[in-house]
């Protein structure tokens, strides 16, 4: 399976979500970079499942237990690995999904890729549980840039039709994206909150599922990082934001908005500022200029479908016996994904401008 990923970073993710642990080997990292392992563990817990009707039963502490790669405390120059324990599996719940592929799920297409030896039990390595790994690697990432001035962070600007108050494209703050990083929902308007909490849990109770959007900033990120055409900031973000499972969606700045503008609406000013610095007065391009930054906050909305695994009956095959069949979800699975893929959203824009700025001139 293709489940490595290198750009001066390499990270390699393995394991499936009912075996006996999942992992990362995180190589290249700078050595003697300070490794904060409680403030690693709060934000790998952002993610793990909540006890408010929103997230899924399945209880995994996701305590990560370091394998190589740090020493007191400090990154060592050599592949940093991790394990995570799967402790909390129910594996009957996906008997028949060999041969009855659940709708919206990698079941049927697994299948087809791995001539039916992938593991389903869960999703196996199709997973959402493939993402705390992806965590652990942006928890990491994220310490080394905030010693450096650079913040990200994260927040749900919406949940089916309930928004949130979106961050300035233009100004925002350490202390903004630390606000909303230290809730237990992370939203900026804690009145939208409550009514995406609701949302999700009437869903819930009617078999259903829902959506939404993960707004994500990057603040700080000096102007020249990237590269033009095919190593740009947007891809390398890109490429890791969907490696989240159930994304479908990646904008920047005014994203698909700016198919409805004309030039001058579109472009961004630039001008000096009190502290001599180039900026721009809007950020339409959010951050990003020709793959490469601007100095301005990298601004970026990613859409996350609704979870696939619902409990109302659905039509599908059996794909062995070539029958129409009905099946019937079991299991323990989130009505609504996108709390937990905030610091998922997080992790990966770290680990892509922490790989572009190993390139940056005295990093």
Same mark, same amino acid.
């Given at each position: 399976?293709?489940?490595?990923?290198?750009?001066? %970073?390499? %990270?390699? +993710?393995?394991?499936?979500?009912?075996?006996? =642990?999942?992992?990362?080997? +995180?190589?290249?990292?700078?050595?003697?970079?300070?490794?904060?392992?409680?403030? *690693?563990?709060?934000?790998?817990?952002?993610?793990?499942?909540?006890?408010?009707?929103?997230?899924?039963?399945?209880?995994?502490?996701?305590?990560?237990?370091?394998?190589?790669?740090?020493?007191?405390?400090?990154?060592?120059?050599?592949?940093?690995c991790?394990?995570?324990?799967?402790?909390d599996?129910?594996?009957?719940?996906?008997?028949?999904?060999?041969?009855?592929?659940?709708?919206?799920?990698?079941?049927?297409?697994?299948?087809?890729?791995?001539?039916?030896?992938?593991?389903?039990?869960?999703?196996?390595?199709?997973?959402?549980?493939?993402?705390?790994?992806?965590?652990?690697?942006?928890?990491?990432? @994220?310490?080394? *840039? &905030?010693?450096?001035?650079?913040?990200? @962070?994260?927040? +749900?600007?919406? +949940?089916? !039709?309930?928004?949130?108050?979106? #961050?300035?494209r233009?100004?925002?703050?350490?202390?903004?994206?630390?606000?909303?990083?230290?809730?237990?929902?992370?939203?900026?308007?804690?009145?939208?909150? &409550?009514?995406?909490?609701?949302?999700?849990?009437?869903?819930?109770?009617?078999?259903?599922s829902? @959506?939404?959007?993960? &707004?994500?900033?990057?603040?700080n990120?000096?102007?020249?990082?990237?590269?033009?055409?095919?190593?740009?900031?947007?891809?390398? %973000? /890109?490429?890791?934001?969907?490696?989240?499972?159930?994304?479908?969606?990646?904008?920047?700045?005014?994203?698909?908005?700016?198919?409805?503008?004309? @030039?001058?609406? !579109?472009?961004?000013?630039?001008?000096?500022?009190?502290?001599?610095?180039v900026?721009?007065?809007?950020?339409?391009?959010?951050?990003?200029?020709?793959?490469?930054?601007?100095?301005?906050?990298?601004?970026?909305?990613?859409?996350?479908?609704?979870?696939?695994s619902? /409990?109302?009956?659905?039509?599908?095959?059996?794909?062995? =016996?070539?029958?129409? &069949?009905?099946?019937?979800?079991?299991?323990?699975? !989130?009505?609504?994904?996108?709390?937990? /893929?905030?610091?998922?959203?997080? /992790? =990966?824009?770290?680990? =892509?401008?922490?790989?572009?700025?190993?390139?940056?001139?005295? #990093?």
């Amino acid at each position: 399976m293709s489940s490595f990923w290198n750009h001066n %970073i390499s %990270i390699s +993710i393995f394991g499936e979500s009912h075996g006996p =642990a999942i992992g990362i080997v +995180i190589d290249n990292l700078p050595p003697g970079e300070y490794i904060d392992l409680e403030k *690693l563990r709060q934000f790998m817990a952002r993610r793990t499942p909540k006890k408010d009707g929103t997230t899924t039963l399945r209880s995994e502490q996701d305590l990560p237990q370091i394998m190589s790669g740090l020493l007191n405390d400090r990154t060592t120059g050599v592949p940093l690995c991790a394990f995570i324990q799967n402790t909390d599996t129910h594996s009957k719940d996906y008997s028949n999904l060999s041969r009855l592929p659940r709708p919206g799920h990698a079941d049927y297409t697994g299948a087809m890729r791995y001539r039916g030896f992938n593991d389903v039990r869960g999703g196996g390595h199709f997973s959402g549980r493939l993402t705390a790994p992806l965590v652990f690697a942006g928890a990491v990432c @994220g310490q080394i *840039l &905030e010693r450096r001035g650079i913040y990200t @962070g994260a927040h +749900i600007l919406s +949940i089916h !039709d309930i928004k949130d108050d979106a #961050f300035s494209r233009t100004k925002v703050t350490k202390e903004d994206i630390l606000e909303v990083r230290e809730k237990d929902f992370p939203v900026r308007s804690d009145t939208q909150g &409550e009514k995406m909490r609701e949302d999700i849990i009437k869903a819930r109770l009617g078999q259903e599922s829902l @959506g939404g959007i993960v &707004e994500c900033v990057a603040i700080n990120v000096p102007a020249g990082v990237g590269s033009p055409m095919f190593d740009g900031l947007e891809n390398t %973000i /890109a490429s890791l934001i969907f490696g989240i499972p159930a994304v479908k969606g990646l904008e920047f700045g005014a994203g698909f908005q700016v198919a409805e503008m004309v @030039g001058s609406q !579109d472009n961004d000013p630039f001008y000096i500022d009190e502290n001599g610095q180039v900026k721009t007065k809007t950020n339409n391009h959010g951050g990003i200029l020709g793959g490469i930054s601007s100095g301005m906050p990298i601004t970026l909305n990613v859409a996350i479908k609704p979870t696939a695994s619902i /409990a109302k009956p659905q039509e599908t095959v059996d794909f062995r =016996a070539k029958t129409n &069949e009905t099946l019937q979800i079991q299991g323990r699975h !989130d009505p609504c994904i996108v709390p937990r /893929a905030v610091p998922c959203v997080e /992790a =990966a824009v770290n680990l =892509a401008l922490l790989s572009h700025m190993m390139e940056y001139p005295n #990093f």
